[in-house]
């Protein structure tokens, strides 16, 4: 028996990109989601110059939800879902990112779906930006790189948090905005930021001038919303799991724990205001002498979340190096090495689901906020057999992990808002590209090369999440 809170938000999460399709539907404008070619498990995507003909987008016609939603969403609800966490596709309400009108269509869409699920007692969970800028303000203004990039999206910000103020609760301002700090990923620093690193660049400055600019937008945005509709609840959102030393080595140890202030450092700054010593005195040795104003300063402190939401995948092991550097940054991947005591899926993520309780209590720890797990889940390949798919090694991952959430609530006192595992209904993954690698509890039938019918089948996931979620965690 695990006992979960009352209104516990027992939900599944998706965003825009990957899954409405619709990539030119009613105005909607070509983001960056949309230059990124299908890859798979040993070959990376690629961001092309603008559209090329006989390329492999999967992001443009995804599960082609936009024209499917009715349907989709009464699934849902009969899946149980109590929230449903996606994006707004930016680029369906500002098609290039500056325009000074938005395109009423998009917001006629968003209006349309809100008002569908809520009628089924879902309620919205919504993420401002994942992934899925618009790419002109990729070529006009060189993405994040630019502080012009600070107003168009609280322009964009403004105009969902005023239309939708009574149909949405609940906001996010950036996706993993961490994911950039291993700013060696390409895929990281142009899915977070709209940016190619130029030979020229140095790509550590760079990446600190964009989250810079993204922070400071973020709590803009959360100020702006809170005006609008002081009942707001508006989170930060990062992809979080622990990083342990490989060794009871104190160098492991210290370079675990820079490890994690590299990756957490943006919850620092969105939950507390300001930014950690470690990181300021950073600033200082490493020269970059960023764009950061007093006035941006205050913004920070002005505009700090209400939640903090995150995505909670796998746990990782990284080890010093041999010629360690005074100040323990972690710069490239080599330090990082795989968990002996842990399996792996199938894509090499460690599975942990202790860890998530490990974060649970860290991350209460340290900003006593309410939390949100609004990612989580088992990237696998399924098989249909008869128009069945048994995905019991799903439905262990997820078991796993709500066991360890009940003890961290009912153990641990963490004050633990709700859960959406990703993915719930197949979409396309954002690492790879692929449709195979999947999350749902719902299939879709599609594949990596685009083939499928677009049905969508329940799998054994469904009726075990359905009667989690009705028996609110206590049947697992
Ligand atoms: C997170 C993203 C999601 C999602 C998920 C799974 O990084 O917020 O958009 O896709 O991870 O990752 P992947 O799709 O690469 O398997």
């Keep these: 028996m695990s006992t979960f809170p009352k209104d516990f938000l027992w939900g599944g999460a998706v965003a825009a990109h990957q899954f409405e399709g619709g990539w030119q539907a009613d105005g909607k404008g070509v983001s960056i989601a949309?230059?990124?070619?299908?890859?798979?498990?040993?070959?990376?995507?690629?961001?092309?110059?603008?559209?090329?003909?006989?390329?492999?987008?999967p992001n443009h016609e995804a599960i082609d939800f936009y024209h499917h939603y009715k349907e989709d969403v009464a699934?849902?609800?009969?899946?149980?879902?109590?929230?449903?966490?996606?994006?707004?596709?930016?680029?369906?309400?500002?098609?290039?990112?500056?325009?000074?009108?938005?395109?009423?269509?998009?917001?006629?869409?968003?209006?349309?779906?809100?008002?569908?699920?809520?009628s089924k007692g879902i309620e919205?969970?919504?993420?401002?930006?994942?992934?899925?800028?618009?790419?002109?303000?990729?070529?006009?203004?060189?993405?994040?790189?630019?502080?012009?990039?600070?107003?168009?999206?609280?322009?964009?910000?403004?105009?969902?948090?005023?239309?939708?103020?009574?149909?949405?609760?609940?906001?996010?301002?950036?996706?993993?905005?961490n994911n950039q700090s291993a700013m060696m990923n390409e895929w990281s620093l142009f899915t977070n930021s709209g940016i190619v690193v130029k030979p020229d660049e140095d790509v550590e400055r760079v990446m600190y001038q964009a989250s810079h600019y993204e922070v400071v937008a973020s709590a803009l945005a959360v100020q702006i919303g809170h005006d609008i509709n002081p009942n707001f609840q508006i989170g930060a959102m990062l992809a979080l799991g622990p990083a342990y030393p490989a060794s009871p080595d104190p160098k492991d140890?210290?370079?675990?724990?820079?490890?994690?202030?590299?990756n957490t450092w943006y919850a620092d700054v969105?939950?507390?205001?300001?930014?950690?010593?470690?990181?300021?005195?950073?600033?200082?040795?490493?020269?970059?002498?960023?764009?950061?104003?007093?006035?941006?300063l205050d913004v920070l402190q002005a505009g700090t979340v209400d939640y903090l939401g995150f995505s909670y995948y796998a746990s990782h092991v990284v080890q010093a190096v041999a010629d360690e550097r005074v100040d323990f940054t972690t710069r490239d991947e080599k330090t990082e090495i795989p968990n002996p005591t842990l399996a792996a899926s199938d894509w090499g993520w460690m599975i942990d689901p202790i860890g998530l309780r490990y974060?649970?209590?860290?991350?209460?720890?340290?900003?006593?906020?309410?939390?949100?797990?609004?990612?989580?889940?088992?990237?696998?390949?399924?098989?249909?057999?008869?128009?069945?798919?048994?995905?019991?090694?799903?439905?262990?991952?997820?078991?796993?992990?709500?066991?360890?959430?009940?003890?961290?609530?009912?153990?641990?006192g963490v004050n633990l808002i709700g859960y959406t595992p990703w993915g719930f209904i197949d979409l396309v993954s954002a690492g790879t590209g692929q449709m195979d690698k999947r999350y749902g509890m719902?299939?879709?039938?599609?594949?990596?090369?685009?083939?499928?019918?677009?049905?969508?089948?329940?799998?054994?996931?469904?009726?075990?999440?359905?009667?989690?979620?009705?028996?609110?965690?206590?049947?697992?």
């Design 124 to 177: 919205p969970v919504i993420t401002l930006s994942h992934f899925e800028m618009p790419y002109h303000l990729v070529t006009e203004y060189g993405g994040w790189r630019n502080r012009k990039m600070i107003d168009f999206f609280t322009k964009f910000a403004s105009v969902v948090f005023q239309r939708y103020r009574n149909k949405v609760k609940y906001w996010m301002t950036f996706n993993e905005i």
């Design 359 to 412: 974060m649970l209590n860290w991350l209460t720890d340290r900003y006593e906020l309410p939390l949100f797990i609004v990612e989580n889940g088992l990237g696998a390949f399924d098989k249909v057999e008869d128009g069945q798919i048994h995905d019991d090694y799903r439905i262990d991952y997820l078991r796993q992990h709500i066991e360890q959430m009940a003890l961290a609530i009912n153990v641990d």
């Design 75 to 118: 699934l849902f609800a009969e899946l149980g879902l109590k929230a449903f966490r996606t994006s707004i596709a930016w680029t369906r309400i500002f098609p290039n990112g500056d325009e000074d009108e938005p395109n009423e269509a998009g917001l006629q869409f968003y209006d349309d779906l809100f008002d569908e699920l809520l």
């Design 442 to 476: 719902i299939y879709v039938d599609k594949n990596d090369a685009g083939e499928g019918s677009l049905k969508r089948l329940k799998k054994d996931s469904f009726a075990w999440f359905n009667q989690v979620i009705t028996t609110n965690g206590d049947n697992l």
């Design 253 to 262: 140890i210290m370079k675990a724990e820079r490890a994690m202030q590299v």
């Design 270 to 296: 969105q939950i507390k205001g300001r930014y950690p010593a470690w990181l300021r005195q950073y600033f200082k040795q490493r020269q970059f002498d960023l764009d950061i104003t007093l006035t941006d």
């Design 34 to 57: 949309d230059v990124m070619t299908a890859g798979d498990n040993q070959t990376k995507r690629r961001i092309t110059d603008g559209i090329l003909p006989d390329e492999n987008y």
